[in-house]
T-cell receptor, first 115, second 111 residues
């Protein structure tokens, strides 16, 4: 059973460009969350998608947007890239329950470098 | 958002037990305590979780204080592969709530 798959693994962009990162959730999972992790820091929550809608959002500007497809896969888009957007972008999937017991499964991340 | 506090770093000798503490004094009755760890150059991975009772699995044990305001992740015999950043987080009553990570505890294992 494949876990969470993210692509690309590494990419380099220049300031002002746009980037799209992709995530395929673990089989059976219907919820996808995205995190940004700067070097030496813990992951910072960007947003969460369920039923193709953004359900929760962290403290990130509108330059960060996302999408979830009917097959539960997801994309993270970042426009007008800044040097500070350089980070590891993590995707985590889970399934919806009414309990806080459900576990997050993370991908290995996409390493974005903005020059 | 309920927060957790952990020591920034800890050291352990190989094959000795490790106790990683976490304080969560604002925890509410329906919050689950989760632990994840992140090995170098990898995404975080689930370790263990619990609500009120102590929990054991093949990776670790979780000891939860009676008042639930603190917990301890126990690695029974540290190996070099256990060197990682360990995150203690709280998950709210539904899975819709965002999960907040702190800086975690960086565990070094000395051979």
């Amino acid at each position: 059973d494949a876990g969470v798959t993210q692509s690309p693994t590494h990419l380099i962009k220049t300031r002002g460009q746009q980037v799209t990162l992709r995530c395929s959730p673990k089989s059976g999972h219907d919820t996808v969350s995205w995190y940004q992790q700067a070097l030496g820091q813990g992951p910072q929550f960007i947003f969460q998608y369920y039923e193709e809608e953004e359900r929760q959002r962290g403290n990130f500007p509108d330059r960060f947007s996302g999408h979830q497809f009917p097959n539960y896969s997801s994309e993270l888009n970042v426009n007008a890239l800044l040097l500070g957007d350089s980070a590891l972008y993590l995707c985590a999937s889970s399934f919806v329950t009414d309990s806080g017991a459900n576990v997050l499964t993370f991908g290995a991340g996409s390493r974005l470098t903005v020059l | 958002d309920a927060k957790t506090t952990q020591p920034n770093s800890m050291e352990s000798n190989e094959e000795e037990p490790v106790h990683l503490p976490c304080n969560h004094s604002t925890i509410s009755g329906t919050d689950y305590i989760h632990w994840y760890r992140q090995l170098p150059s990898q995404g975080p991975e689930y370790v263990i979780h619990g609500l009120t009772s102590n929990v054991n699995n093949r990776m670790a044990s979780l000891a939860i204080a009676e008042d639930r305001k603190s917990s301890t992740l126990i690695l029974h015999r540290a190996t070099l592969r256990d060197a990682a950043v360990y995150y203690c987080i709280l998950r709210f009553g539904t899975s819709y709530d965002k999960v907040i990570f702190g800086p975690g505890t960086s565990l070094s294992v000395i051979p």
